[in-house]
């Protein structure tokens, strides 16, 4: 069997809007394995979210996949019929979404929100079977008192607590891909450790792919084998965890690293580093390279021409035409 989960080709996504039409993702390829983690990172509004989303064919109007394709398990969940990709959400590939408070429902017990997301893929199970299952999850997950917790509505829950329900609701069907996308946002410290530490045994315990959305490096650290960095809708720079963090290659990559604090001991406490300038509009895309009006080593031709994506070794790939290392096009 092939460890190949995810397959994603040149996707697009675009969004109609008064003002005109943009890609939120704009030519995104990129693969996921059994076993293994992708973190996606850059700043708010660089199409992360946008990219899970399109994976599991969530994007509503006025948006819409333009082009591309999104191969699981051999098959393009872009040609299937959306009853067929129904069966697939939840079972087969599940996501947790960014807050937990949204997205469950406040006017129905956490058992059954997930008792709904089980019997939707096992229709032959009792009423008595899927809730010990239900049970057992939240069990599973670290919540105590699960027989309490099932009878319980959201607003009665810790954030953490509601966290947990999320993962429960999306490891219920046992999915060969989970997508996370800020799992650990506005979490407290230790309570992010306890969930960063639950998705990699589960991950383990399933030996499942996992997506891992977030804007906290520390985090792609900690759980990420493979790493891409996107900027404005793009793929600026792609590598193993130790090509992203030890050799970056891409000045936006090596700005937000440069960002991180630093504690080491007998280390001098600096001025935080930043990047100059905000990402900029997705309607108003300057020409050739989108990084160039913050790039420190912005030179003429990043202003003429886009750096397409190329390989620098076996694992690395970089959208630059003069990468850190002195290397030019």
Do not use: W
Not at 28 to 36: D, L, N, Y
Not at 173 to 183: G, M, N, T, V
Not at 204 to 214: P, R
């Amino acid at each position: 069997m092939s460890d190949l989960l995810l397959d994603v080709k040149n996707l697009k996504t675009r969004f109609r809007t008064d003002d005109g039409t943009f890609f939120a993702v704009d030519d995104v390829s990129f693969q996921v394995r059994r076993g293994r983690t992708l973190g996606i990172v850059g700043e708010s509004g660089c199409g992360k979210s946008v990219t899970s989303l399109s994976v599991m064919r969530l994007i509503q109007n006025p948006g819409e996949i333009a082009q591309g394709q999104v191969n699981f398990e051999g098959r393009d969940l872009l040609k299937l019929p959306e009853q067929q990709m129904r069966a697939i959400r939840g079972n087969d590939i599940a996501m947790i979404f960014q807050e937990p408070m949204t997205s469950l429902n406040p006017v129905f017990t956490i058992g059954n929100q997930i008792d709904e997301a089980i019997k939707e893929h096992n229709p032959k199970m009792t009423a008595d079977q899927v809730r010990e299952r239900t049970i057992g999850i939240l069990r599973k997950v670290g919540i105590p008192a699960p027989e309490q917790r099932y009878k319980e509505y959201p607003h009665q829950l810790s954030g953490g607590m509601r966290q947990r329900v999320m993962i429960a609701m999306a490891i219920s069907c046992d999915p060969k891909l989970l997508i996370a996308d800020e799992p650990t946002t506005a979490l407290d410290v230790t309570i992010q450790a306890q969930i960063l530490d639950l998705m990699r045994k589960l991950q383990q315990d399933f030996q499942a792919g996992m997506i891992l959305i977030t804007h906290d490096l520390g985090v792609v650290a900690e759980m990420c084998q493979d790493v891409i960095v996107m900027y404005a809708g793009k793929i600026v720079e792609q590598g193993t965890v130790e090509d992203i963090f030890y050799r970056p290659r891409h000045p936006y990559t090596k700005g937000l690293l440069d960002s991180i604090p630093h504690f080491e001991t007998g280390h001098k406490l600096d001025r935080l580093q930043t990047i100059p300038g905000l990402v900029p509009s997705l309607l108003d895309i300057p020409p050739a390279c989108r990084f160039q009006d913050r790039c420190p080593y912005v030179q003429e031709r990043c202003r003429v021409e886009y750096p397409e994506l190329r390989a620098l070794n076996d694992t690395q790939v970089v959208s630059c035409h003069f990468p850190l290392n002195g290397d030019k096009a």
